[in-house]
T-cell receptor, first 114, second 116 residues
Framework: AQSVTQPDIHITVSEGASLELRCNYS??????LFWYVQSPGQGLQLLLK??????LVQGIKGFEAEFKRSQSSFNLRKPSVHWSDAAEYFC????????????FGAGTRLAVHP | EAGVVQSPRYKIIEKKQPVAFWCNPI?????LYWYRQNLGQGPELLIR????????DSQLPKDRFSAERLKGVDSTLKIQPAELGDSAVYLC??????????????FGPGTRLTVT
């Protein structure tokens, strides 16, 4: 069955430090991969997506993610975190073949220390 | 352009009472989704509409949940009767095309339901 694992429930970083959020997926076909961010009381906002091509994808707010097929991973990175990045981050895999369905991980809550 | 609109934002009800949530998708988006997000979890799809047709409702608990999307625009999700375990955030999302590969889904702010 398809699944997404985000191993880190909570992460705390200092403002200005680099960030990497981990995501592993299980899906038999070529995956469509997404990262969403959810601020308190808000809906999910798409940060970036991978469909095909270059395995390093750039997103909004200075985020990037790298697809590694051999590791079934799609980790999210940011070189310098801002206090406004504190939020919950969700990795998702999109099921193709007409299903148009997103399977989400449980999320990683990011706290940023000043 | 206006985003996905949901109402109400918060709802507190007693168990066994009915409740309804409303969603208006982004103009021109023909695919609409209802998700449930339990505390500490990612969203899980309840139902997906393409225009007015429900094309994936396999995760919708049909004994107490119902949904409709008359005229293929806005949608209502209903729970009757509500149970304590239904406490969650109910998210609506929309996208432009439900055929073939997944497309970007735009989410509303959600309705936080508390059942007491």
């Amino acid at each position: 069955a398809q699944s997404v694992t985000q191993p880190d429930i909570h992460i705390t970083v200092s403002e200005g430090a680099s960030l990497e959020l981990r995501c592993n997926y299980s899906y038999g076909a070529t995956p469509y991969l997404f990262w969403y961010v959810q601020s308190p009381g808000q809906g999910l906002q798409l940060l970036l997506k991978y469909f095909s091509g270059d395995t390093l994808v750039q997103g909004i707010k200075g985020f990037e993610a790298e697809f590694k097929r051999s590791q079934s991973s799609f980790n999210l990175r940011k070189p310098s975190v801002h206090w406004s990045d504190a939020a919950e981050y969700f990795c998702a895999v999109g099921l193709s073949g007409g299903y148009n369905k997103l399977i989400f991980g449980a999320g990683t809550r990011l706290a940023v220390h000043p | 352009e206006a985003g996905v609109v949901q109402s109400p934002r918060y709802k507190i009800i007693e168990k066994k009472q009915p409740v309804a949530f409303w969603c208006n998708p982004i103009s021109g988006h023909n695919t609409l989704y209802w998700y449930r997000q339990n505390l500490g979890q990612g969203p899980e799809l309840l139902i997906r509409y393409e225009n007015e047709e429900a094309v994936d409702d396999s995760q919708l608990p049909k004994d107490r949940f119902s949904a409709e999307r008359l005229k293929g625009v806005d949608s209502t999700l209903k729970i009757q009767p509500a149970e304590l375990g239904d406490s969650a955030v109910y998210l609506c999302a929309s996208s432009t095309d439900g055929q073939g590969n997944p497309y970007e889904q735009y989410f509303g702010p959600g309705t936080r339901l508390t059942v007491t």
